[in-house]
């Protein structure tokens, strides 16, 4: 790893040596003009292109529309990736402190590949009586990045984060002893994890299936105990893994 990745790749990188998988970095593909940024060799091959976000402070009050950073990088990768239909291909975001891009919750990174997220509220005119649906509810309402033909050669989207382990225990011990001192559950902390406990930050990612792709990203991959993933379980958008580690820790 050199001193001009970016800390995406960085971090990137970091993640696959941790899970074992062979790669390569800017592979050439004869007869291709674009290198991906990463290619991974783990039962098939894979294409990744890493998008940065970098720090980007708000300088007063602006209307911020939290889907268009990702939209952005959306479409940075399909041209990346137009001439490699024949492989898996995903796009991983990493954000290095911009305000304007979120990347981790769900309504707004399936609302920049599905349709913006709004609230559908049913209108009632005419006789008779009123429909029965509940008065508004959460619905993806225009804009998809990706459709059945549009986008399908990105396979999903990946998150880099960083998952605080050491503030989440403590967290957890707090909300086992809501009586406990500040103090005293930090101690108690120290006692089960260590002295260092509260810097420990582990890589993990979030996969968010493209449910129209032609080529899928196998469910077999990125499945760390750090990791989510988000994708169809039966005709629904939902989380449909959660690593061994999450599992026991607070949000």
């Known amino acids: 790893m050199t001193n001009e990745h970016t800390i995406g790749e960085q971090r990137f990188e970091t993640y696959l040596e941790a899970m074992g998988y062979p790669f390569e970095f800017e592979k050439e593909y004869p007869g291709k003009q674009k290198r991906p940024d990463y290619t991974v060799t783990k039962n098939g091959t894979f294409l990744f292109d890493v998008k940065d976000a970098d720090p980007n402070m708000p300088l007063g009050f602006n209307q911020v529309d939290p889907h268009e950073p990702i939209i952005q990088?959306?479409?940075?990768?399909?041209?990346?990736?137009?001439?490699f239909k024949e492989f898996p291909c995903c796009v991983v975001l990493q954000n290095n402190g911009n305000m304007f891009m979120d990347i981790e919750h769900a309504p707004i990174v399936l609302g920049a590949m599905y349709g913006k997220v709004g609230?559908?509220?049913?209108?009632?005119?005419?006789?008779?009586?009123p429909s029965e649906s509940p008065p508004s509810r959460q619905a993806f309402l225009?804009?998809?990045?990706?459709?059945?033909d549009k986008n399908t050669t990105i396979s999903a989207l990946i998150s880099?984060?960083?998952?605080?382990?050491?503030?989440?225990?403590?967290?957890?011990?707090r909300e086992e002893n809501p009586t406990l001192h500040f103090d005293?559950?930090?101690?108690?902390?120290?006692?089960?994890f260590g002295p260092d406990f509260f810097d420990d930050f582990q890589q993990g990612v979030i996969v968010w299936e493209n449910v129209h792709a032609r080529l899928p990203l196998p469910r077999n991959l990125f499945d760390g105990p750090f990791d989510e993933r988000w994708g169809l379980d039966h005709g629904d958008l939902a989380c449909i893994f959660f690593g061994t580690e999450l599992a026991g820790l607070p949000g």
Not at 142 to 148: R, V
Not at 160 to 173: C, H, P, T
Not at 184 to 192: I, K, N, S, T, Y
């Open 184 to 192: 005293d559950a930090f101690a108690m902390a120290v006692e089960r």
């Open 119 to 129: 609230f559908t509220v049913p209108l009632y005119v005419g006789a008779g009586a």
């Open 73 to 83: 990088r959306i479409n940075a990768g399909r041209k990346k990736f137009k001439e």
């Open 160 to 173: 880099l984060r960083r998952v605080a382990v050491g503030k989440r225990r403590l967290r957890k011990i």
């Open 142 to 148: 225009g804009g998809a990045q990706f459709l059945a």
